[in-house]
């Protein structure tokens, strides 16, 4: 026999009965520490949560001195936030991905399909398939808003605080959902002005050629080492991270790079014959409960579509040109739009 009875509410009450509020009188402190965590500048904290520089800083000095610990120190280069500062901020940002999950969620309720939707997905990949494909979704699903951001993180969905992502490695864990996509398939890519001003580079003459590196391609896995083995011969003429940058470098005619092959719809793009062709696997993964909502489950099956295998630029054959086809008709269009003056190369 139990010690206490379910039913007697003394012993079994809800936490919404409980009219205490458990974070005290700074709801509004937490909001603003926060956007001053995020942007490291008062200033900028002020214009996110439409207030003052002064107000913002006399905010955080009341949140540090009801918790009773320091949260940043103030330098001459901006703000850095202490151990107990980054600890706060990190559960902050955690709260408030959740919150706009769930009300996302209860705006979804009101509407068959309404709403916005984030996802994380590379510059290269956003402007060449993603944003180019986006006009016939919107007018199947008009309700529906992108919100589509560079990844801060290309290995983990939570940092990047966004409903899904276009990921390189499938992510078990709790609470995430991932789907197997195509494949990008990378290889060595000059231009036509590089060419014209090095030659061309073959396997015979790599060490007469310059090259770009990014610490992408840097990584102990193995999968780079081919082309750790081809940058060797020759030297590296630039280093660059960013990879709308790293595909403009190459474009600029400043060295060899490493591209995904769908670049090569760039007039002045070409691909150069050095044994060398990195095919690497792309997913899709999302919050699994954010699939709940049909707004995300709508862009969730979309993108999979438009990055699935089905896409010639994505399947697991290699052509160097492959036929126009509805997955790449926007960018082709651009491409025609610009009279043959290109767009990013970027990855």
């Not at 206490?4 to 974070?23: C, G, T, V, Y």
């Not at 999950?101 to 399909?113: G, M, Q």
């Not at 994505?314 to 790449?328: G, M, R, V």
Request: glycine share 6%; hydrophobic share 40%; net charge neutral.
């Amino acid at each position: 026999m139990d010690a206490f009875d379910e039913e007697q509410q003394a012993f079994n009450r809800s936490p919404l009965d409980d009219e205490n509020l458990l974070s005290g009188q700074f709801w509004g402190e937490l909001r603003v520490f926060l956007a001053v965590a995020k942007t490291k500048s008062f200033n900028r904290a002020a214009e996110l949560t439409n207030t003052s520089q002064p107000r913002v800083s006399r905010q955080v000095k009341r949140l540090q001195d009801l918790v009773g610990s320091q949260l940043f120190i103030s330098t001459a280069r901006g703000i850095t936030l202490t151990r107990s500062g980054e600890a706060l901020a990190k559960a902050l940002s955690r709260l408030d991905h959740t919150l706009y999950s769930i009300t996302s969620d209860l705006k979804a309720e009101t509407s068959d399909a309404e709403g916005t939707v984030s996802v994380s997905i590379t510059d290269g990949l956003n402007a060449f398939f993603a944003a180019p494909s986006l006009e016939q979704f919107s007018i199947q699903y008009p309700k529906i808003r992108f919100h589509l951001k560079s990844p801060i993180n290309i290995l983990s969905l939570r940092e990047n605080q966004t409903d899904m992502m276009i990921g390189y490695s499938p992510t078990e864990s709790a609470g995430i959902r991932f789907r197997k996509l195509g494949q990008l398939h990378f290889i060595p890519v000059a231009v036509k002005d590089y060419i014209r001003k090095y030659g061309l580079p073959t396997r015979d003459n790599l060490e007469q050629h310059r090259f770009l590196q990014s610490e992408y391609y840097l990584a102990r896995t193995g999968l780079w080492d081919g082309w750790h083995k081809i940058v060797a011969r020759g030297r590296i003429a630039h280093y660059c991270d960013n990879s709308f940058a790293y595909g403009m470098l190459v474009k600029a005619g400043q060295g060899i790079g490493l591209l995904p092959s769908y670049t090569l719809v760039e007039p002045n793009a070409v691909p150069l014959e050095l044994d060398l062709r990195i095919p690497v696997p792309i997913y899709l993964i999302a919050l699994t409960d954010r699939l709940n909502a049909r707004p995300v489950r709508l862009v969730f099956d979309w993108l999979s579509e438009v990055f699935g295998s089905n896409n010639p630029w994505f399947a697991d054959e290699f052509k160097l040109n492959n036929p126009p086809s509805i997955y790449d008709a926007g960018f082709r269009k651009m491409f025609n739009l610009a009279g043959n003056g290109g767009a990013d190369t970027s990855g």
